[in-house]
C-alpha cells in the first residue's frame, strides 16, 4: 500500500525558509510522478512543482524562483525547499504520487508565513 508522510511545515517569518520532506512506502516511488501541491483557506487545492521519475521539474509561476522540488531514490523522500516565504504563501501543503491515472495522497503539512 502506498503511503505519503509529510514533515517540515511550521510558522515562519516573511523572507524566510522551510524544507518541506514526504517520505514515500515501497518500492514503486522509482516510478511514480511526485508533486506538491497546496491548499489556502477557501481557495481550491493548486499545483506547485512536480518532479518526474527522470528528473525533469516544472513550477508554478508564483514559486518560480523561490521554490526548488527534488527526490532522494535512496530515501525515497522527496523534499520542496521554500524560499523567500511570502503570506500568500500560508496553505496546507500536500504531497502527491501519481501514475497515469491513479494518485495517493498524504495527510498534508501547514505552512503559515507571518510576522
Known amino acids: 500500500q502506498v503511503q505519503l508522510v509529510e514533515s517540515g511545515g511550521g510558522l515562519v517569518q516573511p523572507g524566510g525558509s522551510l524544507r518541506l520532506s514526504c517520505a514515500a512506502s515501497g518500492s514503486w516511488f522509482r516510478v511514480y510522478a511526485m508533486a506538491w501541491y497546496r491548499q489556502a483557506p477557501g481557495n481550491e487545492r493548486d499545483l506547485v512543482a512536480t518532479?518526474?521519475?527522470?528528473?525533469?521539474?516544472n513550477y508554478a509561476d508564483s514559486v518560480k524562483g523561490r521554490f526548488t522540488i527534488s527526490r532522494d531514490y535512496a530515501k525515497n523522500t522527496v523534499y520542496l525547499q521554500m524560499n523567500s516565504l511570502k503570506p500568500e504563501d500560508t496553505a496546507v501543503y500536500y504531497c502527491?504520487?501519481?501514475?497515469?491515472?491513479?494518485?495517493?495522497w498524504g495527510q498534508g503539512t501547514q505552512v503559515t508565513v507571518s510576522s
Open positions: 502527491n504520487a501519481r501514475l497515469g491515472m491513479v494518485n495517493y
Open positions: 518532479v518526474t521519475p527522470t528528473g525533469s521539474t
